[in-house]
């Protein structure tokens, strides 16, 4: 019933910027707390941005300042924002509203 997909992922180089799109089914975004997490191979899946409900904002330490996560409460989607894009930043990434998960998109940064 709820459905999370993900895109916007693609292979980049070092300093490139990517929009990573996460569109919902079955929940209302905006009156949620959603969040991106990102797994690379061999790794736990770590969370790298929070938008709550009220729109407060959480960074991992690593992203902090380059990535953003919005909203747009009409197309019920979110987004993350990733400028200056790194080849640590290299994982797939997850839209996540506890317990659902999306699929992940791959982002691959090349040196």
């Known amino acids: 019933q709820v459905q999370l997909v993900e895109s916007g992922g693609g292979l980049v180089q070092a300093g490139e910027s990517l929009r990573l799109s996460c569109v919902a089914r079955g929940i209302i975004v905006s009156a949620v707390a959603m969040n991106w997490y990102r797994q690379a191979p061999g790794k736990e899946r770590d969370l790298v941005a929070r938008?709550?409900?009220?729109?407060?904002?959480t960074y991992a330490d690593s992203v902090k300042g380059r990535f953003t996560i919005s909203r747009d409460a009409p197309k019920n989607t979110v987004y993350l924002q990733m400028n200056s894009l790194k080849p640590e930043d290299t994982a797939v990434y997850y839209c996540?509203?506890?317990?659902?998960w999306g699929q992940g998109t791959q982002v691959t940064v090349s040196s």
């Open positions: 996540n509203f506890n317990p659902w």
């Open positions: 938008i709550t409900s009220g729109s407060a904002t």
